[in-house]
């Protein structure tokens, strides 16, 4: 304890007990440092011993990626939570990896502004965990990922040097874009300390209109024709039976999220309903848009033993909620299906663990077959076990295994929590 | 000197067309579009297929020979500048478009297809690419890749990165490597974001799957005219303060709008300090009340007149006078060198004041036109190639310019690339830890440093030795 204690002081070091355990694996201890420099330290301390360290935040996501091959320390960045410069007339906001992102958005409210990434959990997910994890939430249809956001970054390497990529300003090309190395590689390249991003205005309005569909499929196809019609909105969901809990009735849906000036979103309503009309389909408006967008960003924490994450393209959502729908009926399986029905991502929650193995077993070769993959994107630890979580990560993974061995060559980071045993 | 069994070799390939080595066949290729330094390669090889580039990288690997792809040679950088690489590989024969999955909104390009050739494949399903830079009727996708470049539109739609879904990529051993694909969310590291702007550094995309986006259901076509930058950028600023987010938000100077108009004669007014071209597109229900608001914020800031396009063919002219006006300046003076800087977007009317400052301590013309709404800005400095003295003053100028936007928090390039241009200044920008960072990550994609070798890194070592009397030579 000393050696943690010399660096940060006795009262930020804490013994590992089960509370802080990663996938039942428990750290020996939590260290918490106040500043860059010493979290610098804490890197160099553990890359000089042999030592594993796992970063975290509010510790919201750790329950995303494969169990660590070795833990020895948690490095808690809670206390780097700086809003360190926002500059709303350049649309640009650095903040420090510990802040929440409660926190930030607070901030940019002020100025009428936001950052378009809804995560689950958004409340409790900090800026180093929403980086490290590429978290993303229904916004992505319109306004893209941590990665089309991201600007800059500060890392600590494997060997304890801080390290800067990017910048602060909107567009930049100079040097390789390091921001990218770091974008849900959870924390196996370096610890995010400090990131920067570009943020927009917050539209004036956002409102949802559910549409009610008979069956998954159904609300798959019925979604991908919103996408391809003139209506752009600004997400889009379907949602397979029983995973929305409002909404005209207990069947499938899909939900259309519209937002801008008040013209744009009355125009936006008027089309979507009128095309759920000529489908012959019910529709409801939900004037609180924001709110209902919150909840289907929680989808994946919903209480579940797992949540699968299935990657497709937007077309094949369709068939994909029929696959699911026979897998799930073969093994007598409860399972819940909720799309990000223009990116091609559906989530399936699955409720008990000996479910899990059977499902990725059933559902992953087609979705790779195809070009596509399905990611254990959550799961207790008890539905870890005999699962690959992250599946073939395809022909550049001896890219990813020099990338490793280039960052981090000891391991010293989150040995193990990422794709191919990295 | 490469050797005739090399050349043989080579021919074997690509066919006895597809090998360039005759010296004065090889001069169109000694630079890209930075002119200000030149070296021809020894020998330009052009393959028609992602295989064959396979295959010349099999055979330089062999040899330990170091290459540099090249694409249109629109780049401003000078990252096709063959320098300590003999053999320059140009992607242009590669011009398949490959797959078109228009439900999907998704495309595969070789790396030769030429940029506005993407848009003109998918503009029937109501679809289009949207990174556009200026030379899009001649840049191609591969050289877009390599500098990750951008165009009016970057402000709302992003640059390329943010369109590039997969890349192919040939690793300099020869061997190919798919990255990403059609389907977004795949796991592991973001290979195919760290390919995208490392200028040819890690080998040879040899095809990419793009992103399209809809076409914009409707565009709103604003001139706005100043008497002065400062009122303009007031504008701009304003403008972002409302909460709009333009299509596009471009700005031309005096210089421009008189050089512009002297070639397309489209009735710019030549007295004016500033235009603004300003584009709102989206639904049509939402831009009328937007081009009001955006009236409002110029009559704020003393705009004098503000014209809208009344149909396509006035805004295709209004864009014509944007994206021409680089080639316009050719009017002003024999020869013109384009920067690219980037300050934060607050402080535009900052780095125009330190241009034009910079201008009268050089004795030089420079003339701006530049993506305002991103802060991306690109002096033109006109001079004559002949007059010495100018261009080693252009050259001053252009650093002093670049130093100014690193000063004002900025960067030394938002579209260009840093190539053999910048690179001395990268220490600018990053520290030795984010240096040897980049540099690690060069060498897991090329350990030997021979794809696109001594560019975007500052080598002194290399500069003196090797490459200084070819590029002093060439001045």
Known sequence: M????????????????????????????????????????????AAGHGVVLVAKGLGAHLDIGAPPARLDVVLR????????????????????????????????????????????????????????????????ASQGRVRDLLLGIRTIGADGALVAGGGRVVKNVAGYDLPKLHVGALGTVGVIVEATFKVRPRPEREEAVVIACRTGPSAGDTALAVWSSAIAPVWLEAAGPGALAEGPGEGAAVVVGIAGVPEEVADARARTLELARSRGLRAITVADGAGLRARLADFPVEP??????????PSDIGAFFADVDGVARERGVPVRCLARAANGVVYVAVPAADDVAPLVRALRPRLEAKGGGLVVERAIAAAKVGVDVWGDV???VELMRRVKAAFDPAGTLAAGRFVAGL | MLSPALLTRLRAVVGADGVIDRPEALLVYECDGYTLERAAPEAVVLP??????????????????????????????????????????GTSRMQAIEAIDAANRRI?????????????????????????????????????????????HTLKYGVTTNHVLGVELALPTGELV?????????????????????????????????????????????????ESVAAASEAVSGIIAAGIVPGALEMMDTLIIQAVEAAFRIGLPTDAGAVLLIELDGPAAGLDPQVERVSAVCRTTGVREIRVARDDAERAALWKCRKRAFGAVGRLAPNYCTQDGVVPRTRVPDILRTIAGVAERHRLRIANVFHAGDGNIHPILLYDERDRDEVSRVLAAGREILEACVALGGSLTGEHGIGVEKMGQMPLLFGPDDLAAMTRLRAVFDPDGRANPHKIFPDAKTCVETRAPRRQAAM
């Open chain 1, 2 to 45: 000393s050696v943690w204690a010399d660096i940060v002081g006795a009262e930020h070091v804490e013994a590992g007990t089960a509370a802080a355990a990663i996938d039942g694996v428990v750290p020996s201890w939590v260290v918490r440092p106040g500043n860059v420099d010493e979290a610098q330290a804490c890197v160099r301390e």
């Open chain 1, 77 to 140: 960045l809670d206390r780097l939570d700086r809003v360190v410069d926002h500059q709303p007339g350049d649309m640009t906001v650095t903040v420090e990896a510990g802040c929440p992102l409660a926190a930030l958005g607070r901030v940019l409210a002020g100025a009428g502004q936001w950052l378009p990434l809804d995560p689950p959990r958004a409340d409790a997910t900090t800026v180093g965990g929403l980086v490290a994890a590429d978290l993303s939430g229904p916004l992505r």
């Open chain 1, 304 to 313: 579940a033993a797992a949540v699968l994450r299935a990657a497709m393209l």
């Open chain 1, 394 to 396: 395809g022909p550049g």
């Open chain 2, 48 to 89: 028609r297929s992602p295989a064959q580039v396979s295959a010349v990288l099999r055979v330089l690997h062999d040899e330990g020979i170091a290459f540099v792809p090249r694409g249109a040679g629109t780049g401003l950088s000078g990252g096709a500048l063959p320098v300590a690489a003999p053999v320059m590989i």
């Open chain 2, 108 to 152: 595969v390009v070789q790396a030769g297809v030429v940029n506005q050739w993407v848009t003109n494949a998918v503009r029937a399903d109501g679809l289009c690419y949207a990174p556009d830079p200026s030379s899009q009727p001649a840049c191609t996708i591969g050289g877009n890749v390599a500098e990750n470049s951008g165009g009016p």
């Open chain 2, 178 to 226: 798919t990255l990403g694909g059609a389907v977004e969310d795949r796991p592991g590291y973001d290979l195919t974001g760290l390919v995208v702007g490392a200028e040819g550094t890690f080998g040879i995309v040899t095809r990419a799957t793009l992103r399209l986006v809809r076409a914009p259901e409707a565009y709103r076509t604003l001139l706005a005219v100043f």
